[in-house]
């Protein structure tokens, strides 16, 4: 059985009031397979429903585009790269900004960053189809696309490699929060959040000149585990092994980041949140650490250009920024205790 829980990294966002005051306004729809939930500061009520409609329209536009494997964009894009045209394909505009950020990512994060692999999470089960085509699997293993099969030039594209297929899972949220925000701006709102299930663009303040208040979620008891106050704008995002996974015919549980280096689930993080100014690079990151050995964990977070970042491991390790050591709020009672990101870790068996 497949299951994905709804982050509340918190979808509620523990406001703290927010929902109550009238200066606040709200909604909430489904998008990208998720909740999104917009709140908007210091706007009339009349400005706010233009902006979420808009927002809205945008979404959904973006979410058929993007799509991994519904019909859209993505999919046609896709479908015509595997006939492996002599002169290439086209590349859509509503996908170009995708893949150019995805081929800079995937050399920043020494492969780890690796969109190409739609192919596999497919026979992993993840893409609609809750169960693993092992055989699929087996023969996908023995030679994996990566971002570098993928060439573009002059707005055209060319791959030789037969199994690449983009699966853009792990920057559209960032990428379609961004383009959010943007229109929200366009329109002169400055204070809001974009909650996209739980992975968040803070803008400005609340009207009464307090920050927006987030909350952390317990990767495994749920709730929050600790709040946030923004005390400036940012982007917080969440990867872990808790929020898509099933359990397999063996009993083992399969969680969606899939290991390009062994073509496998990851395995050893149970959560990563990390904190920059662009939800892109927020949302990239946030995966990439996943999958990222823990002794090398602080060099990816400098690579990044990261302002803070939680890392909790399956074995409830903990790790966290200095400046989050000391801004976090935690619960009472939480027994999860983050150490220092010390310059270089031990190295462990963890190296996913």
Partial sequence: MTT?????LLLALLLLGGCSDP?????????????IDISLSGVDAQRAEAAFDAIEDLLEERNRQWHGWQEGVLKRFNDDLAQQPADGVPVPPSLKRLIDDS???????????????GKLI??????????????????????LPDMDDLRIEEGRAWSDHPDLQLDFGAIAKGLAIAQAAEL???????????NAGGDLLVRGRKADGSPWVVGIEDPFQGGAL??????ASGAV????????????????????????????????????????????VADVAAT?????????LPEMVERFGLQEVLVIAEDREAWATPGWLKRLQWRSGADIHPQPLPKQLQDQDSGK
């Fill in 226 to 231: 600790a709040t946030l106050a923004m005390d």
């Fill in 184 to 194: 929200l701006r366009s329109r002169g709102i400055d204070n809001f959040i974009v």
């Fill in 237 to 280: 995002f969440t990867s872990g092994s808790y929020r898509r996974f099933y359990i397999d015919e063996n009993g083992q549980r399969r969680q969606h980041i899939i290991d390009p280096r062994s073509g496998e689930p990851a395995l050893g993080l149970r959560a990563v949140t990390v904190l920059h100014e662009d939800p892109v």
């Fill in 4 to 8: 994905t829980r709804w982050p509340i």
């Fill in 288 to 296: 990439t650490l996943m999958l990222t050995a823990q002794n090398h």
């Fill in 103 to 117: 081929k800079r990512y995937y050399r920043l994060s020494d492969g780890l960053f690796n969109p190409a692999l």
């Fill in 23 to 35: 200066r606040v306004q709200r909604r909430q729809f489904l998008q990208f397979g998720t909740l």
């Fill in 122 to 143: 497919a026979a992993w089960g993840f893409q609609g189809r809750p169960q693993p085509d092992r055989q699929k699997i087996e023969r996908l293993r023995g030679a």
